[in-house]
């Protein structure tokens, strides 16, 4: 059998050796590009070089929130259970997904709309200023409606949800707000 390097911390030392071989020139910064190569690593796909966007002060902003402590949304269970609980609670913040719960279930029904798109409304109305989406366009439109209408002041939005159905025309509707 083929030896092969078995401690965590070397595998992925390797593959980010890797991935910065691999994507050769790029204008992100230094914090840009640990993200960027974050992405990359996850995906497996070094399109994601041309692809992501992250706007200017977009990380110091960031930043600045979650060494404040805050609460964090997330409209998907996949992305809950990426991010990392600990860091989180040594900066005195927290992460949560309300898709799931019975009474988001129970409005998106009465009113015919999605669960994303109820599960924002929660968030906004608990004052929630981080949003994480990685799977529905609904979601974030809805959190763009709601800011609109003066429902919710988002302080930062990570943009990234899925699909053929809203999902590139949202993000681009993302860019255009001062968040």
Do not use: W
């Amino acid at each position: 059998m083929k030896d092969y390097i078995k401690k965590p911390m070397d595998i992925e030392k390797r593959s980010f050796e890797i991935i910065e071989e691999e994507m050769g020139k790029h204008n992100f910064s230094e914090e840009e590009l640990k993200i960027v190569k974050r992405v990359i690593h996850t995906t497996a796909d070094f399109e994601y070089k041309d692809l992501i966007y992250i706007k200017e002060g977009a990380i110091e902003a960031a930043k600045e929130i979650l060494t404040k402590g805050t609460k964090i949304y997330t409209d998907t269970n996949m992305a809950l259970s990426g991010i990392n609980k600990k860091a989180l609670k040594d900066l005195n913040s927290t992460v949560q997904c309300f898709v799931s719960r019975e009474d988001v279930a129970l409005i998106a029904k009465d009113r015919g709309i999605t669960r994303s798109m109820a599960a924002v409304e929660l968030a906004a109305e608990e004052g929630i200023e981080f949003f994480v989406f990685g799977n529905a366009p609904t979601a974030l439109y809805k959190l763009m409606e709601l800011m609109k209408e003066g429902k919710a002041n988002p302080k930062f939005i990570i943009g990234v949800p899925v699909g053929f159905v809203g999902a590139a025309e949202s993000k681009r509707e993302l860019e255009k707000l001062d968040v």
